[in-house]
């Protein structure tokens, strides 16, 4: 999944100011700018310790319905892919980068420890701007609006969502066998050194919790999925009888919710599932953990005045998750997909890139392991817009990417019209207008054009790529059969 909130966050979150601390990373390059510190401060002392919290608000107790005590036992997929991804994490004095997994993940934990102080610094300065406004004008606000005790009414909902982020955090540093004393070394030493945790990709994440797992994404979800779901099950009722487990991947699967709706569909489906960001990753290991309906609920709204039609949407409650969720129908492989997949031939009978392709570097890179992944006649089924971020090295628009993925083998194959009208003549990209991250009953509306399209492999016989860069720090590719 793309951050595609960053930019839609306000400015004193998303950019540092002159006059302020930044409340941002500069731009990440690859040396690490936080060495360990020497002497690790004692277990759990970062929840307790005010010298690494600055003055601000309590820290958020748990008070959402975690229930990490019923999970269940893991399946060997699952646990080979788990000791898999402990040996990612750990660190060598050769291998240790921006890039690595484990700095990676620091750098979320340190975002969900200062989630709640970040935002309410964020509504105290809003407080205060609001004073500065002349005294005739607020007393106008104070005699016809609630506007003046808004400030405290929500100042008073955020430990709700303080204690998510919370929890997050927490079951990560279960989850991934963390030492808090090694994130409570890395958070001082990072703000020694001005270092500071980033609010828009945790905001993002959160938000894409929204999108995924509550009745809110709803809106967005249904349409999304429709054609996804529609032609899997068609695939799968001509898979033969005897032909053993279908098997799906979901490449940049952000908070898993499409993987996880593919492999309710039939128990014959065997789902593989990847993301790349650790903001994501440590959100989908946490919601995995809640199999009761509706467990925990927190604001989302509150953290972003801009389109908001009244105090009741702003301050308005979601519920986690909308269905019970069975962690173990879905394997779930974090890191960069072209590494993570690279020793797999032939393993898959579909693979399925929802809002995934404009996110590489070369979106021939992605189309070519989807050839080499897929079984012969396997199918590519593909929604999405062309946003190209990430410093992309091409950027093809859609005709000229359909024209490539057939020069590498593709065939595209006829879709239902109901799956919305031909974007192009002679070539059967149709159209969605999807939505994204947005709440439906705000004055914002955030949508693409969306492109749905299934493309059989066909055939593999163009000159072979060469391996894509080698990430600066370096472990054996996994293997996920
Ligand atoms: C969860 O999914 C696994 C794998 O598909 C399956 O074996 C198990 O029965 C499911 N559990 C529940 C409670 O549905």
Not at 292 to 297: D, M, N, Q
Request: aromatic share 10%.
């Amino acid at each position: 999944m793309r951050l595609s909130a960053l930019l839609l966050l306000p400015l004193s979150l998303a950019l540092a100011s002159a006059s302020q601390e930044p409340l941002v990373n500069s731009q990440p390059t690859d040396e690490p700018t936080v060495e360990p510190a020497a002497e690790p401060t004692p277990k759990n002392a970062y929840l307790a310790s005010t010298e690494l919290f600055p003055p601000g608000p309590e820290v958020a107790h748990l008070t959402t319905g975690s229930t990490l005590d019923i999970e269940p036992p893991l399946s060997p997929r699952h646990e080979k892919a788990k000791a898999q991804l402990l040996d990612s994490l750990i660190r060598t004095p050769q291998n240790w980068a921006r890039s690595h997994p484990r700095y990676r993940l620091l750098e979320v934990l340190h975002g969900l420890r200062r989630h709640e102080y970040r935002y309410v610094e964020q509504l105290r300065e809003w407080g205060e701007a609001y004073q500065t406004l002349p005294e005739a004008q607020r007393e106008l606000i104070r005699a016809s609006t609630t506007y003046h005790t808004n400030f405290d009414l929500i100042r008073n909902l955020w430990p709700k969502n303080g204690a998510l982020a919370t929890n997050i955090l927490e079951h990560a540093l279960e989850y991934y066998e963390m030492d808090p004393a090694e994130l409570a070394s890395y958070i001082e030493t990072a703000e020694a050194q001005r270092s500071w945790d980033y609010q828009p990709s945790i905001t993002d994440a959160l938000n894409h919790l929204v999108r995924d797992w509550t009745a809110d994404g709803a809106h967005e979800r249904e349409p999304t999925y429709a054609p996804i779901l529609a032609t899997i099950k068609d695939l799968l009722a001509k898979h033969p009888a005897d032909a053993g487990t279908f098997k799906v991947l979901v490449p940049g699967a952000g908070l898993g919710r499409l993987a996880h709706e593919i492999a309710a569909l039939d128990p014959r489906i065997e789902v593989t599932a990847n993301e790349y960001s650790a903001y994501m990753n440590t959100c989908y290991r946490y919601v995995t953990t809640l199999r009761t309906p509706s467990s925990t609920s927190w604001h989302p709204y509150i953290n972003w005045w801009s389109h908001q039609p009244s105090l009741a949407e702003t301050t308005r409650a979601v519920h986690m998750p909308d269905v019970s969720i069975n962690s173990s129908s879905v394997l779930w492989i974090e890191g960069d997909f072209l590494r993570e997949f690279a020793s797999e031939e032939g393993a898959y009978h579909a693979i399925v890139s929802l809002f995934f392709i404009d996110t590489a570097k070369s979106s021939l890179d992605y189309l070519d392991a989807f050839s080499r992944l897929l079984v012969p006649g396997g199918s590519w089924l593909n929604l999405g817009p062309l946003l190209y971020g990430s410093s992309p090295k091409l950027q093809l628009n859609l005709n000229d990417l359909l024209a490539v993925s057939e020069a590498m083998g593709f065939a595209f194959q006829p879709t239902p019209e109901e799956f919305g009208p031909l974007t192009l003549p002679h070539r059967t990209a149709r159209a969605r207008e999807l939505g994204y991250l947005y709440n439906a009953r705000s004055m914002r509306r955030n949508t693409y054009q969306a492109q749905f399209w299934v493309a059989r492999k066909e055939s593999r016989t163009y000159t072979p790529f060469p391996p894509p860069e080698a990430e600066p720090y370096n472990f054996a590719p996994g293997s996920h059969f």
